[in-house]
Nanobody
Framework: VQLVESGGGLVQTGGSLRLSCAAS????????MGWFRQAPGKEREFVAG????????YYADSVKGRFAISRDNAKNTVYLHLNSLKPEDTAVYYC??????????????????WGRGTLVTVSS
């Protein structure tokens, strides 16, 4: 499956963004989806995940209550709504797919497909 992220950009502290990830190539609804991020000099980390049906969502503690993941299987798209952004949220955000399930403990290695990422920069 091919994944293409969009929606990144420069935003001030406290602002909001919506990231989108468009999928193609295989049945989108067969995959659990996740968003990860990688800040300069740091490892890639899990941000949020959603089951194939959208009925279950999972979040890293650092974003819980501020970010929201959703998906539209009719549009083959998964979204990440970023609210109350902080400078420490600055990173490249990656969309990833897994044929199976995800939880809040899913690792980078467990994801099957990756997009190329979109940069989010939060200014102080």
């Amino acid at each position: 499956v091919q994944l293409v992220e969009s929606g990144g950009g420069l935003v001030q502290t406290g602002g909001s963004l919506r990231l989108s990830c468009a999928a193609s190539g295989r049945t989108f609804s067969s995959f659990a989806m996740g968003w990860f991020r990688q800040a300069p000099g740091k490892e890639r980390e899990f941000v949020a995940g959603i089951s194939w049906s959208g009925s279950n969502t999972y979040y890293a503690d650092s974003v819980k209550g501020r970010f929201a993941i959703s998906r539209d299987n009719a549009k083959n798209t998964v979204y990440l709504h970023l609210n109350s952004l902080k400078p420490e949220d600055t990173a490249v955000y990656y969309c990833a797919a897994r044929f199976g399930m995800v939880t809040a403990r899913v690792t980078v290695r467990e994801m099957d497909y990756w997009g190329r990422g979109t940069l989010v920069t939060v200014s102080s």
